[in-house]
T-cell receptor
């Protein structure tokens, strides 16, 4: 049962344009959502998060949007830079039922072309 | 450097063998998590420890076991290895648990290849 799903295995954008990565979830108990970025031969690194009581969180070039009714979240990167090329994982947590463990999506490989 | 240290970085072994993966959490973190990432898949939660005690279990096979020691480092033991166990194994740590563990910090992973 894949509770967190990233339907796009890959995304390619031009430098300076917007990158939009999408994530869908099925578990209505999820109350905290995170995006992690992973470079080859490294572990995932935390990028940005959002609580279920919010619908938007912004940090510099990165903005995460949460649509609870659609059980959908997205990560916007503006402007995209070649250094943003990495695998992006969406993750979610159901604090009441599962504590601090995170459930991850399959990841989306973002390639930003110069 | 995330502060989470995993050894070994790479490990090649044969089917039927047993291996131990080691993780030292970030200084001050009491909770340790193990995740498995097989080819082209997301990270699958295996097990969590908090201050030496098992806290949560995911899809961990009976051939796998883990523990967290008094100095808070953790070991993941994989036995009777099969080809399908080839994967990246990540360790992560957090300060606390539940709502007090907003972000997990990951190590660089241990790549296991079973031939």
């Amino acid at each position: 049962d894949q509770q967190v799903k990233q339907n796009s295995p890959s995304l390619s954008v031009q430098e300076g344009r917007i990158s939009i990565l999408n994530c869908d979830y099925t578990n209505s108990m999820f109350d905290y959502f995170l995006w992690y970025k992973k470079y080859p031969a490294e572990g995932p690194t935390f990028l940005i998060s959002i609580s279920s009581i919010k619908d938007k969180n912004e940090d510099g070039r990165f903005t995460v949007f949460l649509n609870k009714s659609a059980k959908h979240l997205s990560l916007h990167i503006v402007p995209s830079q070649p250094g943003d090329s990495a695998v992006y994982f969406c993750a979610a947590r159901a604090s009441e039922t599962s504590g601090s463990r995170l459930t991850f999506g399959e990841g989306t490989q973002l390639t930003v072309n110069p | 450097d995330s502060g989470v240290t995993q050894t070994p970085k790479h490990l090649i072994t044969a089917t039927g063998q047993r291996v131990t993966l080691r993780c030292s959490p970030r200084s001050g973190d009491l909770s340790v998590y193990w995740y498995q990432q097989s080819l082209d898949q997301g990270l699958q939660f295996l097990i969590q420890y908090y201050n030496g005690e098992e806290r949560a279990k995911g899809n961990i096979l009976e051939r796998f076991s883990a523990q967290q020691f008094p100095d808070l480092h953790s070991e993941l033991n994989l036995s009777s290895l099969e080809l399908g166990d080839s994967a990246l194994y990540f360790c992560a740590s957090s300060v606390g648990i539940g709502i007090w563990a907003n972000v997990l910090t990951f190590g660089a992973g241990s790549r296991l290849t079973v031939l």
